[in-house]
């Protein structure tokens, strides 16, 4: 299965060091192939929304494991949006549809 990749670069345009390995993160683990947006969080670090998930991620670039389940949660909505509250709480905008049904318009 394919796997998602996150670069950062510098002002420069050159490969951030001290972001993944060599500027590079492994981005998703293993059977997450989709990220569709990215919230960049108070903390330095950021949040990437999935198809049906949450990824939390360190200013470093890896995952962060202390979040949901080893860095992934599966929220009980399917998430759209994210903003994150003054207080770091996360609200989340999605939607619920019954199984067999297609996604909303």
Avoid: E, H, W
Wanted: proline share 7%.
């Amino acid at each position: 299965s394919s796997r998602m990749f996150i670069a950062r670069y510098g002002f420069d345009g050159k490969l951030d060091p001290t972001f993944g390995t060599g500027g590079i993160s492994s981005g998703t683990p293993r059977g997450i192939n989709r990220i569709d947006c990215m919230l960049p969080l108070y903390d330095g670090g950021f949040m990437g929304i999935g198809r049906s998930n949450l990824i939390r991620f360190k200013a470093n670039g890896f995952i962060d494991s202390s979040f949901g389940k080893n860095g992934i949660l599966v929220p009980a909505i399917t998430p759209l949006r994210l903003l994150q509250q003054s207080d770091g709480q996360l609200l989340v905008l999605g939607y619920s549809r019954p199984r067999g049904t297609s996604d909303p318009d």
